[in-house]
C-alpha cells in the first residue's frame, strides 16, 4: 500500500448585600498517583480530553520540562492558589489583556455602568472556558461586579500560558496551562471545585465538562447553585439531555443560541479564523484547492463563505434538509423561478443550470430567478468526494463523522481539521481557530458581554421566574448587547415615533422582534 501523508491539524478550534467568605486560600491534597487520576478521569466524559497535541504556547520555555503540577508557585501577593505554566510571564500576559480591553466596548461599558451597583456581590462563579486575553477581560469584569471567581480551561490547547499568569498575579485562582494532559485536565477543574470552605453558587461553562464533573463527583453541591450558564453547542445539547430526563436541578441560561452569540461568534468569527488558523499551520494557498465543510450550520456558514472567497471549490455535507437547501440554491445550481419549485426539484434531485435557462427569460424574470438563489456550494456526502478534496473541515458538534476509513481514503498531503467544539469528530483534532491561530477580540466582546449578563439575570432572578429547565437569554438583552457595540462605529440608530411603535404592536424601546424571529 503506498504511503500517504495527511496533516491532521489538532486544536485548538438585582443589588445584593456583600457577603464575607472564609479564607479562600487553602492548601489542597496532594496530587494523586498515576493509576489513580487515570482511572478517576477515564470515567468521566472525554469530550475534551481525547486528543494529543505536540503544540506548545510559544512562551514556553523549552528548557523547562516540569509540569506546573510540581511546581511551588506564589504570586507577589505571596498566594499560591492557582497552578499556571510560569508565574513570571504575567506582565506579558498583563500587556495582552490591556490590548483586548479596547476591542471590548461593551464589556467595558458594563463593568463602567454596573460597578457602582454591584450586581454580583456574594456571586461565587467557577468557570471553565477557553483562557484568553478575551475571558482575562470577562473575569475582571465579573470581580468588578462583586464576583468571586476560580477558572479552569475547557481545553487542553488554548490556554495562553502568559494570560493565566497574569490572572494569578491578580489573585485569581487560575488553574490551567496551554498542553495540558487527561489528567491535568480534569484535576484542574477538580481544584477550582473542590475547595474549602469556598463552595460555587453560579457555574459558567463552555461544553460541559464542569458542569458534568460536579454532577458525578459533588451532586450535593447543586443545592446552593443558583444557575448554569453554558455557551457551547455540545454544552447545551448535554444541559438539553439532563432536562429531558429530569436530572436538571437548576435553571440554565443557554448563550449558544442567543442571536448576539450564534451570528457573531459563530458565523462572522469563524469566517476569519477559519482562514487564519489553516494559514498559520500549512502556509496552504485556498486558489483552487476542494474543500469539503461537513455541516453548514452558523460555524459552517462562515467558513464555506472564506473559502469560496478565497477562490476554493467548496462542497458541503448536511443532515438537515432546511440548511441542505441554503448551501445548494445559487446562481451556479439555479433550480427554477420559484421557491416552491426550487424546493421539490432539490428534494427529486433534478437540476438545471443558469445558462441552460436564461435564453428562455424575460430581464425581469430572471432577475426574480436570481433573488431566489443562495449561497451555492454543491451538497454532498462525505463519501463521494473524500479522495478528491484537499482539505476536510468539520463543523457538526457530532461525532464519528471523519472515521478510520474516510481518513485511509483520502489523497495524499490532505489536511483534516475541525471547527466543532467537540473533538469527537474525527479521531485527531480540536478547535482549530483556538489552537492555531487566535479570534477576533471584538466578536468575543459580544459573547463574553452575554455571557455577563447571563450570570447577573439568573443570579439576580426573583424566586420563581426560572424552574429547572434550558433558558434563551431574553431578547431584550441581546438587543441590549448590540446596542453597546454600536458606538464603536459610530451608528445612528432610527428610533421610533409613536405612532410607528403603535402600528406595529411594538414598545419604542423594544425588544423589536418575537422570540420566534430568524435573523
Known amino acids: 500500500m503506498p504511503n500517504r501523508k495527511k496533516y491532521h491539524v489538532n486544536s485548538d478550534s438585582g443589588i445584593k448585600s456583600q457577603i464575607q467568605f472564609a479564607d479562600q486560600k487553602q492548601e489542597f491534597n496532594k496530587r494523586p498517583t498515576k493509576i489513580g487520576r487515570r482511572s478517576l478521569s477515564r470515567s468521566i466524559s472525554q469530550s475534551s480530553t481525547d486528543s494529543y497535541s505536540s503544540a506548545a504556547s510559544y512562551t514556553d520555555s523549552s528548557d523547562d520540562e516540569t509540569s506546573p503540577r510540581d511546581k511551588q508557585q506564589k504570586n507577589s501577593k505571596g498566594s499560591s492558589d492557582f497552578c499556571v505554566k510560569n508565574i513570571k510571564q504575567a506582565e506579558f500576559g498583563r500587556r495582552e489583556i490591556e490590548i483586548a480591553e479596547q476591542e471590548m466596548p461593551a464589556l467595558m461599558a458594563l463593568r463602567k455602568r454596573a460597578q457602582g451597583e454591584k450586581p454580583l456581590a456574594g456571586a461565587k462563579i467557577v468557570g471553565c472556558t477557553h483562557i484568553t486575553a478575551q475571558t482575562a477581560v470577562l473575569m475582571e469584569t465579573l470581580g468588578a461586579l462583586g464576583a468571586q471567581c476560580r477558572w479552569a480551561a475547557c481545553n487542553i490547547y488554548s490556554t495562553l500560558n502568559e494570560v493565566a ?9 487560575v488553574f490551567a496551562w496551554k498542553g495540558e494532559s487527561e489528567d491535568d485536565f480534569w484535576w484542574c477543574i477538580d481544584r477550582c471545585v473542590n475547595v474549602e470552605g469556598w463552595q460555587p453558587n453560579m457555574i459558567l461553562d463552555d461544553g460541559g465538562d464542569l458542569t458534568h464533573w460536579i454532577y458525578k463527583k459533588y451532586p450535593n453541591m447543586f443545592k446552593k447553585i443558583k444557575g448554569i450558564v453554558e455557551e457551547s453547542v455540545t454544552g447545551v445539547h448535554r444541559l438539553y439531555q439532563l432536562s429531558k430526563a429530569g436530572k436538571l436541578c437548576v435553571p440554565a441560561m443557554n448563550v449558544n443560541d442567543s442571536v448576539t452569540k450564534q451570528k457573531f461568534d459563530n458565523l462572522y468569527c469563524c469566517r476569519e479564523s477559519i482562514l487564519d488558523g489553516l494559514k498559520r499551520t500549512t502556509d496552504m494557498m485556498f486558489g483552487g484547492k476542494q474543500v469539503v465543510v461537513c455541516g453548514y450550520g452558523e460555524v459552517g456558514k462562515g467558513c464555506c463563505a472564506a473559502l469560496k472567497a478565497m477562490g476554493s471549490v467548496v462542497y ?19 433550480l427554477s423561478s420559484s421557491p416552491f419549485e426550487a424546493g421539490t426539484k ?11 435557462v436564461k435564453g428562455h427569460l424575460r430581464e425581469g424574470d430572471f432577475r426574480d430567478l436570481i433573488s431566489y438563489s443562495m449561497d451555492g456550494f454543491r451538497l454532498v456526502k462525505l463519501n463521494e468526494v473524500i479522495r478528491q478534496v484537499d482539505i476536510v473541515i468539520t463543523c457538526t458538534g457530532n461525532k464519528n463523522v471523519v472515521t478510520r476509513e474516510h481518513l485511509d481514503r483520502m489523497k495524499n498531503s490532505c489536511i483534516v481539521c475541525n471547527m466543532g467544539h467537540s473533538n469527537t469528530e474525527i479521531d485527531v483534532g480540536r478547535l482549530l481557530n483556538l489552537s492555531c491561530s487566535t479570534v477576533p477580540t471584538f466578536v468575543l466582546s459580544i459573547t463574553a458581554t452575554t455571557q455577563a449578563l447571563a450570570l447577573i439575570e439568573l443570579y439576580n432572578a426573583p424566586e420563581g421566574r426560572y424552574k429547572q429547565d434550558v433558558y434563551l437569554l431574553p431578547k431584550k438583552m441581546d438587543e441590549y448587547v448590540a446596542s453597546l457595540h454600536l458606538p464603536t462605529f459610530d451608528a445612528h440608530l432610527t428610533e421610533l415615533t409613536d405612532e410607528q411603535a403603535k402600528y406595529l404592536g411594538l414598545n419604542k424601546n423594544g425588544p423589536f422582534k418575537p422570540n420566534y424571529y430568524r435573523y
Open 346 to 356: 432539490f428534494l427529486s434531485g433534478s437540476c438545471c443550470r443558469v445558462s441552460e
Open 165 to 173: 499568569a497574569a490572572l494569578a498575579e491578580s489573585g485569581f485562582p
Open 316 to 334: 458541503v455535507t448536511e443532515i438537515d434538509p432546511i440548511c441542505a437547501l441554503q448551501a445548494w440554491l445559487s446562481e451556479s445550481h439555479l
